[in-house]
Each structure stands twice: as C-alpha cells, then as structure tokens.
C-alpha cells in the first residue's frame, strides 16, 4: 500500500468544496453564510433570486414608475451587499423591506422634492398614464391610480401589508411605531381606496 499516495488523496477531499443547495436553505440559515467568505457570493444570489421580484414589486406600488423602481431596486441590492455582515435579525424578510422602504422614501425626496409625503400625491397618476407595463383600462390601472391618493405613510403600510405579507406587528417594527397606530393606518388606506377606485370607476 502506497502511503503517500493514500495522504494526498486524504488532503485533496479535505480541501474539497463542499457543495450546498442555498435554495433549500431557509433565510436564518442564509444569513449564517454572509459571514463566511467561501460561500457569501452564493448565499447572496440566493438572495437576490428570492427576493427580487417581491421587493421590487414593493419599490414599483410606492414609487409607480418602471423605471424608477428599477433604479431604485439596483441601489437597494447595492446597499444589501454592502451591509451583509450587520445582517443578524432572523427577520430577514423584514429587514429588507425596511432598506427597500428607506431607499424608496429617499429616491422620492431628492426626485420630488416639492411633494408633501403627509398628503396624498395624485400627481403621481399622471406616471400612469404612460406606463408601457400598465394597461390603461386594466383594473391594475385603476387600483394603482386610487393608490395615489393616499399617503406616503398609507400607501408603505397597505403595501406592506395587503401585497408583501408583512405582520402588522413587523410593520410597526420596521416603521418604528405602535402596532395600534399601524391598523389605524392600515383601515384608513382601505376605505380611502374604497372611495377612489368607486370615484375612478
């Protein structure tokens, strides 16, 4: 028997990768990888495969343009990166909603600068109406413009809520407010669409 030759063999499967199918993970697990230098760029386009298109979903209902939701999701996913190892919340999910509502909040204040986001921001329907990606009958369409006439603050919690499946409970986290005055927001926003889609109907 060759010793030495029983040695490499050992060595080389010692140093041998070992593979891990990151789509089976869960996201607590995913985040255990961000801190480990052989598989963090794995365990990041994991990431972004999960959950791109629901945060841009969510980027795309608060800022309605195509092209400035594309934009802002891009800086979003640059932040993500650049934050991987404060990543310590088994919260995953909430944590990046809470930097996608960040980027989205501060996108609109240097883009909109005159806008008032504590009233509602109809204006913003007019985006609408040029949307290559909406139909302009389509009840998309309308549900979308009704959406403008809320506020900022309605439109992020309703989002959050009603498309993205937050909890009340981790909207008020995330926002850094009550969860009493997160379901008062919450039915606010409801009956103010209620009214508009009816008015848009």
């Not at 789509?23 to 386009?45: G, N, P, T, W």
């Not at 959950?51 to 309605?64: A, D």
Request: hydrophobic content about 40%; charged content about 25%.
């Amino acid at each position: 028997m060759n010793v030495t030759k029983l040695k490499v063999k050992s060595e080389k499967m010692q140093k041998a990768e070992v593979s891990i199918n990151f789509q089976r993970l869960d996201d607590f697990q995913i985040i255990s990888y961000f801190s480990k230098a052989e598989h963090v760029e794995s365990a990041f386009r994991e990431l972004i495969r999960r959950f791109q298109l629901p945060l841009y979903n969510h980027v795309r209902s608060m800022v309605v343009s195509h092209t400035a939701a594309d934009e802002v999701i891009q800086n979003v996913f640059v932040k993500i990166w650049e934050g991987l190892n404060s990543f310590r919340s088994e919260n995953l999910k909430a944590d990046l909603y809470r930097i996608s509502s960040n980027e989205t909040i501060g996108y609109l204040r240097k883009k909109f600068p005159q806008i008032d986001f504590d009233e509602a921001q109809p204006e913003f329907a007019d985006f609408l109406n040029s949307d290559e990606y909406l139909l302009n009958s389509s009840e998309e369409l309308k549900f979308q413009k009704a959406m403008c006439y809320l506020t900022y603050k309605q439109k992020l919690v309703f989002t959050l809520n009603y498309f993205d499946g937050l909890s009340f409970d981790e909207i008020a986290e995330l926002t850094q407010t009550t969860e009493t005055s997160i379901v008062a927001t919450y039915q606010h926003a409801v009956k103010k669409l209620e009214i508009y889609i009816k008015v848009l109907g």
